[in-house]
């Protein structure tokens, strides 16, 4: 009689090495392998997988040489070398006590207890897993905030400037569009002079309107870009604080009713000069 192949033995190398592999290990038919497996429910992979000597998971299939998964090799080096780049290698209890105290200790006594830095105290909570109280979190982000309203540089008048001229070439525009070119091009017909995309300084932020002549603005507003009413009536409101009349024509009235548009320029611009 055929002798008896153990289920730990072909739950654990069915799937690595297949039933050729058993057959050549083991000396029995393929066939007997394959039954064995299907009755077990094990199923052989048709890529070679292979797992960590130490952990037991998979090691990826880039790592050809070593029979270590990559955080074990990694512990081997560490251990090796006697410790992390931020430090000791953490110990048992230190560990016991970060599970303990993580939650509810403050920055303060658990980098005196522990006697490491909170960056090193805080890679090691995120590689456990540990979470921390929500009132030491709102204390450091106000902290943040707190210091980024003292230090703000765009207090200083100078770093203003040169922050907004830098904005200047990154959101102004050359290109126009249909709807601008149309514009554009009954101005230049009746011999207005305009500014295209000027920058605006407002009290709060700085904009760019479509055609700046004197203090008088003309906005042309796409369906696309100007969906949102409230955030256009606020920006409305920023341009009129500082000293412009603004007049706007949406795309519907530019492309339909355009003898209109050209009647409210006239108005707005020639008649009121």
């Not at 522990?114 to 540990?130: D, F, G, Q, V």
């Amino acid at each position: 009689m055929r002798e008896e192949i153990n289920k730990e033995l072909i739950i654990k190398e069915y799937p690595l090495i297949g039933a050729e592999g058993m057959a050549k290990k083991y000396g029995k038919d393929k066939k007997y392998y394959t039954r064995r497996a299907s009755i077990l429910g094990v199923k052989w992979q048709s890529k070679k997988v292979r797992f960590c000597s130490k952990c037991k998971n998979k090691i990826s299939p880039y790592n050809k040489t070593s029979d270590l998964c990559l955080s074990c090799s990694a512990k081997e080096v560490y251990k090796k070398r006697g410790a992390f780049s931020s430090g000791t290698i953490f110990s048992p209890i230190e560990i016991q006590f970060l599970k303990d105290n993580y939650y509810n200790y403050s920055k303060e006594l658990l980098c005196n207890s522990l006697n490491r830095s909170w960056n090193s105290i805080s890679h090691k909570a995120l590689r456990l897993n540990l979470k921390r109280n929500k009132k030491f979190l709102e204390e450091g982000n106000n902290k943040g905030r707190l210091y980024f309203i003292n230090n703000n540089p765009m207090k200083n008048e100078k770093y203003r400037l040169k922050s907004m001229n830098k904005q200047k070439t990154i959101f102004s525009r050359t290109k126009m569009n249909k709807l601008e070119k149309r514009v554009a091009d009954y101005l230049d017909s009746i011999g207005v002079k305009y500014e295209f995309n000027k920058l605006i300084r407002t009290k709060s932020s700085f904009k760019f309107p479509d055609f700046t002549i004197g203090n008088k603005i003309i906005e042309c507003d796409g369906l696309h870009w100007h969906q949102d009413k409230e955030k256009d009536k606020k920006r409305e409101e920023e341009i009129k604080e500082v000293g412009f009349d603004i007049i706007r024509f949406n795309d519907k009235e530019i492309i339909k009713n355009f003898e209109e548009v050209k009647r409210c320029i006239n108005k707005f611009i020639l008649q009121q000069k």
